[in-house]
């Protein structure tokens, strides 16, 4: 998918050395798919990120999950809190949608069991959420199932990011937000593995809003005073900015290091790291909801004959996946909003894409 990303300005988010694609699909057999619905009512969508071409009810992934803030209302979670285990897709959308995202998912698990013949009486399916109110008519919940398997059916490697599927409506420190990701290579072992991240941006007050270690969010409002006070206007609407950090970050991270639950929890909370790297401090109002799964370790939904045996890493070398995890989930933050092209929101303001800033501010 050809769209200019972050690095593509100059920026290296980082040090350490990202995937082949810098995406969470350079995790093997990691999938992401969108359906972006884009209508005179709808601007919004639904993002799925598919762990493996496999069913994940017949034999789960090692999973966790961290609730950094809670202003949220996301599907799923306690039960991966309590068994360590994914068992679906995970997919990202609205906050009035996750109940109709929450049974198309059921019933994908579902048909995929009743080819196996598999008895699927109780299901976890996982969806998180942004409120995209301030762009999307949310309170017409324009989002349907068909949309969901629509996004499923599209589910590749290289997928689009920005104001796509889940992240066509949100907005990050007053600027288009959206979909984006990124990827670490992480080498332990004489091998290399992978952590990868994909968020769904939707947060931040414009004026906190660091990139390149530079306050990036007072030059944006110096460049809205200076072109409103020589009233170079767009003719779409005014710039549109955010006064207060609120809005929610949906961040998914995947692996393939072999980490038991409780040591991908650890990874799983330093993409909070990569968060505050872009200035946000966690606002009252807004929802940091962290979902992580590991495709090295997988768990039959029956018990054999023998104990499970899993293989982990020596705890010593984990700071190896929380320097990933944190330098994944602030590129991938940059991206969404760098991929992410002017919108124009419900009341008329105008939600400017960081990329086409950047040259403004001497980032080519």
């Not at 090692?62 to 950094?68: D, G, K």
């Not at 598999?118 to 309170?139: F, R």
């Not at 332990?188 to 947060?203: A, K």
Request: hydrophobic share 40%; net charge negative.
């Amino acid at each position: 998918m050809s769209q200019k990303r972050i690095r593509d300005f100059g920026i290296v988010p980082g040090r350490m050395k990202p995937g082949k694609g810098n995406k969470i699909t350079d995790v093997p057999g990691v999938l992401v798919g969108h359906c972006t619905i884009k209508n005179q009512e709808n601007h919004t969508g639904v993002t799925v990120i598919l762990p493996g071409g496999d069913n994940a009810f017949a034999k789960k992934y090692v999973a966790a999950s961290y609730v950094h803030n809670g202003f949220g209302k996301s599907c799923g979670l306690v039960q991966i809190d309590e068994l360590g285990t994914l068992e679906t897709p995970i997919a990202l959308t609205n906050t009035l949608n996750v109940g109709v995202v929450w049974d198309a998912l059921a019933e994908y698990v579902i048909r995929q069991c009743e080819k196996e013949q598999i008895p699927a009486k109780s299901l976890n399916p996982v969806v998180g959420e942004c409120n995209d109110s301030q762009i999307n008519h949310i309170e017409k919940r324009g989002v349907r199932e068909e949309h969901v398997w629509e996004a499923i059916a599209c589910a590749s490697v290289d997928f689009a990011e920005g104001d796509v599927g889940a992240g066509a409506g949100t907005i990050c420190y007053g600027l288009k937000g959206g979909i984006g990701s990124a990827s670490r290579v992480v080498e332990l072992y004489g091998r290399e593995y992978t952590i990868g991240v994909l968020v769904q941006s939707n947060f931040g007050a414009t004026r906190d809003f660091v990139l390149d270690d530079v306050w990036m969010g007072e030059r944006i409002l110096e460049w809205k005073a200076e072109r409103e006070g020589g009233r170079i206007l767009d003719s779409a609407g005014p710039m549109a900015v955010s006064e207060s950090d609120k809005g929610s970050i949906m961040t998914i991270l995947a692996t393939d290091l072999p980490v038991s639950d409780r040591q991908l929890r650890r990874i799983l909370r330093r993409t909070a790291v990569g968060i505050a790297r872009t200035g946000a401090y966690t606002g009252h109002g807004s929802g940091e909801v962290m979902i992580g799964f590991s495709t090295a370790n997988r768990i039959p939904m029956a018990a054999g004959e023998e104990p499970e045996v899993q293989s982990v890493i020596h705890e010593s070398l984990i700071n190896h996946g929380f320097q990933g995890a944190a330098e994944a989930a602030h590129e991938a933050i940059l991206n969404s909003m760098v991929c992410a092209g002017r919108t124009a929101g419900i009341d008329g303001q105008v939600y400017y894409g960081l990329g086409e800033m950047l040259a403004d501010f001497g980032f080519s």
